[in-house]
């Protein structure tokens, strides 16, 4: 069974603070694939990083940076100097090798104030 | 290079009404895939295609649903006999596969309301 947990339902930062999202996933395959995307008010789902199980390299795009941890399942996403056009809810989703759906979590929603 | 698109945005039809959605994929994307997404909810799979073919079904689509994607470029997805209970935000994305999962790229969704 898989499964993707997001513990923080809804996060409000002010302007310029950092902001980590939680993602914790459960899964019995070996090669998974990890997600985030993002869901602004608009409702398009915007593609922002996909991670393989055999790559634990940490990125940076930008403000943003994941950090994904195999021994803790997890795999979170940290936006430096946040911007209020970062207010949306951020989704994390998990595909096996040999899957074809992901699995998404129940969304985490991020409002940024001025 | 275009995005997904989907027709309509917006749906409002009546209890027992049928609807019909319509997916252009990118257009070199071989998988085109269906989720259902309600409020305050990740998205949920319906079912995908390769190609033309329909690979997989969830539990979730009802016999009162059925998808097509005839010549393996768009995709349709109806919903007969309509329950407000189908009342969500209908997503459909599209990758490409070799092997290998890429990126599912989504469209921006069609909502649909059923009074």
């Known amino acids: 069974a898989q499964k993707v947990t997001q513990a923080q339902t809804e996060i409000s930062v002010v302007e310029k603070e950092d902001v980590t999202l939680d993602c914790v996933y459960e899964?019995?395959?070996?090669?998974?694939?990890l997600f985030w995307y993002k869901q602004p008010p608009s409702g398009e789902l915007v593609f922002l990083i996909r991670?393989?199980?055999?790559?634990?390299q940490n990125e940076i795009s930008g403000r943003y940076s994941w950090n994904f941890q195999k021994s803790t399942s997890s795999f979170n996403f940290t936006i430096t100097a946040s911007q209020v056009v970062d207010s949306a809810v951020y989704f994390c989703?998990?595909?096996?090798?040999?899957?074809?759906?992901?699995?998404f979590g129940k969304g985490t929603s991020l409002l940024v104030t001025p | 290079d275009t995005g997904v698109s989907q027709d309509p945005r917006h749906k409002i039809t009546k209890r027992g009404q049928n609807v019909t959605f319509r997916c252009d994929p990118i257009?070199?994307?071989?998988?085109l895939y269906w989720y259902r997404q309600t409020l305050g909810q990740g998205p949920e799979f319906l079912t995908y295609f390769q190609n033309e073919a329909q690979l997989e079904k969830s539990r979730l689509l009802s016999d009162r649903f059925s998808a097509e994607r005839p010549k393996g470029s768009f995709s349709t997805l109806e919903i007969q006999r309509t329950e407000q209970g189908d009342s969500a935000m209908y997503l459909c994305?599209?990758?490409?596969?070799?092997?290998?999962?890429?990126?599912?790229?989504f469209g921006p969704g069609t909502r649909l309301t059923v009074l």
């Open positions: 991670r393989n199980s055999f790559d634990e």
């Open positions: 257009s070199e994307h071989n998988r």
């Open positions: 994305a599209s990758s490409f596969y070799r092997g290998l999962h890429n990126e599912q790229f």
């Open positions: 899964t019995r395959d070996t090669t998974y694939y």
């Open positions: 989703a998990l595909l096996s090798r040999s899957g074809y759906a992901l699995n």
